[in-house]
Nanobody, 126 residues
Framework: QVQLVESGGGLVQAGDSLRLSCVASGRTGSVYYIGWFRQPPGKEREFVSTINWSGNSTIYADPVKGRFPISGDNAKNTAYLQMNSLKSGDTAIYYC???????????????????WGKGTLVTVSS
């Protein structure tokens, strides 16, 4: 069992930045991918970014490429999402997500994620 706890959400203005953190605990040795999904108001949950801790490889959804770099600190069992140049369209509940060994595209698929955090709300005002 893996537990994920997110933090760092809040209310910001367009153009501002936020950094989200996700701390993993429990059987973290089984985690190969850790990353982020988001669910905008009235929409389905969608992939944002993920990182493979062992290989230090990253995957980004097109809307956040170049804006939301993801990083991980294995020693602290923590993943970060640096959110820059925030837009009103980025408003969503952001969920930390972790999964075991699988193909990279599978780690970016909502239905294949093994563990979820409870989410942190990011609201971007225009």
């Amino acid at each position: 069992q893996v537990q994920l706890v997110e933090s760092g959400g809040g209310l910001v203005q367009a153009g501002d930045s936020l950094r989200l953190s996700c701390v993993a605990s429990g059987r973290t040795g089984s985690v190969y991918y850790i990353g982020w999904f988001r669910q905008p108001p009235g929409k389905e949950r969608e992939f944002v970014s993920t990182i493979n801790w062992s290989g230090n490889s990253t995957i980004y959804a097109d809307p956040v490429k170049g804006r939301f770099p993801i990083s991980g600190d294995n020693a602290k069992n923590t993943a970060y999402l640096q959110m820059n140049s925030l837009k009103s369209g980025d408003t969503a509940i952001y969920y930390c997500a972790a999964s075991g060994a699988m193909k990279p595209l599978e780690a970016a698929t909502v239905g294949l994620i093994g563990y979820w955090g409870k989410g942190t709300l990011v609201t971007v005002s225009s």
